[in-house]
């Protein structure tokens, strides 16, 4: 008894905070899909334009979390430290914890879900605080730092960090489409993935002025250098995007594309009309690619806490055994990443710089890839049965709609789609995880998960997208550039 | 308990199994708030804040406004500094 009500005070945690906390309005009715484009497009601009630099911290910084900004839709050295990836973390979390009954949380009571909600949003923000004070502390925004700078960083941080949950709220709450904080990684990825290929603007190297994309630099090198030398260094500079990780990439986005077609179809069939026989498809990639977003979030928070560890209680001194174990953190040159480059425990949760370096260590390949690999099918299996759509929730659905599977009695639908369900998103989780570290052993630095991660949101929202503007999208303008 | 259930002992069994089963659906409680039909995360996406809590009630077009406003407020920082020469690192 005493163990069920320590439980049920976790959610109670945000008992204080629910009258204090903004809530966004629920749209009084259903929003047009005019409104819903316009939100959607809105929210995304503004993602962007918080890529401003951050005020008062030092330029050269040590990054040790470089390779887990895409996927997360962070960018070093901006207002977007973390990105959303304290929202998606708590969120992923908590719905994790709930679908597990590892908290209680009754979710036909009006109160327990309102609680629950607040919760992770409290949550997101305390974790943003958190992160934005272990790179305080760390020296990551340099040392010797003014009180007012301590002030000044937390302020924009976190303010930014608490912005960014009530927007992502607001397209949560059917503003826009589906998900918000999915619908930012999407914005940043695909920008950021324009960006490689054809940016315009240029960096001091120690070679000289370089172009940022890869395209561009190959141009560029093909003027001025000869012919061979050209092409190989357009394809291996490892300091800029590079021609190699721009083909993995659309390589990667093509397989997705792909992948997406592939379905299982069952049969079904109605009760009321006879003789109407139809198909619903169980999609290989039931899940999505949460389960790919779900291993990155479990390596992030393995890393930061490594580092915190490691430099915030150990001052990165090589000497101290922790620090030997866990991994000492060395700068690169160029970018400045903070990096482990000697065996121990961080460096084999991180993945490795280019194929070769991934070659010569392969114990570090495989450890990588199987951490992601048994993450996201774990968390496929599970979420395939907590998330809503479950074969129990789908066979409700279908007794709702009179449909059943053709063949099948009513009774046994739950059990068949129990036979197909999971097993598609194990399998889908398996190969996201495994398409995303052929990338990673390119080097490709966190850009293949990313694109992975994007690409499956996009079709999620795709699907909502499409199912809106055959309600009556059509007579709209945004709609009519659809329909053509 | 002695009266023989009208069709035999295997409807008896087969009704006391089916009331079992029902019985034990209704106990189940939802794992998620979309199971519960409230809308929330769905198999491919994640939806986090989809229930209106009684707390401080907001237009959208507030928070984005404010959202401009906190983001030209950190443009103003910089550029105030710029122009005073303090704080520059």
Do not use: C
Not at chain 1, 200 to 215: F, M, Q, W
């Amino acid at each position: 008894m005493s163990y069920t009500n320590l439980l049920v005070r976790l959610i109670d945690l945000a008992k204080p905070f629910l009258p204090l906390l903004p809530e966004i309005e629920l749209p009084l009715e259903q929003l047009t899909f005019d409104d819903k484009v316009m939100y959607t497009i809105g929210t995304s601009f503004l993602y962007l334009l918080a890529q401003l630099p951050i005020f008062g911290a030092s330029k050269t910084t040590n990054d040790p979390i470089h390779w887990l900004r895409p996927v997360f839709g962070a960018e070093q050295n901006t207002l977007l430290e973390f990105g959303v990836f304290p929202i998606i973390s708590s969120g992923l979390i908590f719905q994790i914890l709930s679908g597990l009954k590892l908290i209680k949380i009754n979710f036909n009571n009006r109160l327990d879900r309102e609680l629950f909600q607040t919760l992770q949003k409290v949550f997101a923000i305390f974790q943003y605080a958190i992160l934005t004070n272990i790179f305080l502390f760390t020296g990551y925004y340099g040392y010797n730092l003014t009180f007012w700078q301590y002030i000044l960083i937390n302020f924009q941080l976190i303010g930014t960090g608490s912005v960014f949950v009530f927007i992502s709220e607001i397209i949560d709450k059917g503003y826009g489409f589906g998900s918000g904080s999915l619908t930012f990684i999407t914005i940043n990825i695909s920008a950021n993935f324009v960006t490689d290929i054809i940016a315009l603007n240029s960096v001091k190297t120690t070679r000289g002025y370089e172009s940022v994309g890869a395209l561009v630099n190959l141009v560029k090198n093909l003027r001025n250098k000869p012919f061979k030398n050209a092409i190989l260094e357009s394809f291996t500079r490892s300091y800029l995007p590079n021609l190699t990780q721009v083909y993995l990439t659309i390589g990667i986005v093509l397989v997705l594309i792909y992948l997406q077609n592939f379905r299982l179809e069952l049969p079904i069939r109605s009760n009321r009309v006879r003789s109407v026989s139809n198909v619903f498809p169980i999609k290989l990639l039931y899940t999505g690619s949460l389960p790919l977003l779900f291993s990155y979030v479990v390596l992030f928070y393995i890393n930061i806490l490594g580092y915190t560890i490691v430099n915030l209680v150990f001052k990165n001194d090589s000497n101290q055994i922790i620090v030997k174990i866990l991994g000492q953190y060395i700068t690169t040159g160029f970018n400045s990443n903070f990096i482990v480059e000697k065996p121990s425990i961080l460096y084999f949760f991180s993945p490795s710089k280019n194929l070769f370096e991934s070659l010569i260590s392969p114990l570090r390949t495989i450890i990588f890839f199987a951490t992601i690999l048994i993450t996201s099918t774990w968390f496929a299996n599970i979420w395939s049965s907590i998330s809503g759509s479950s074969p129990k929730d789908l066979a409700i659905q279908f007794k709702e709609q009179g449909i059943s599977i053709a063949g099948r009695r009513d009774v046994s639908i739950s059990k068949e789609l129990q036979r197909v369900i999971p097993v598609a998103a194990v399998s889908g989780a398996a190969i996201l995880a495994t398409i995303s570290e052929i990338g990673e052993l390119f080097g490709t630095n966190g850009k293949s998960p990313a694109i992975i991660v994007a690409v499956g949101a996009a079709f999620g929202f795709l699907e909502l997208i499409a199912a809106d503007f055959q309600q009556g999208g059509g007579s709209q303008n945004f709609g009519s550039i659809f329909g053509q | 308990m002695s009266s023989p259930a009208p069709g035999g002992q295997r409807t008896d069994i087969k009704r006391r199994n089916n009331a079992k089963s029902k019985a034990q659906s209704q106990q189940q409680t939802p794992t998620s708030s979309r199971s519960a039909g409230f809308g929330g995360s769905s198999a491919n996406l994640l939806k986090l804040y989809t229930d209106e809590a009684q707390g401080l009630k907001v237009d959208p077009l507030v928070v984005l406004f404010l959202a401009v406003g906190f983001i030209f407020s950190v443009i103003a920082l910089h550029v105030i500094a710029k122009l005073t020469g303090k704080f520059t690192s």
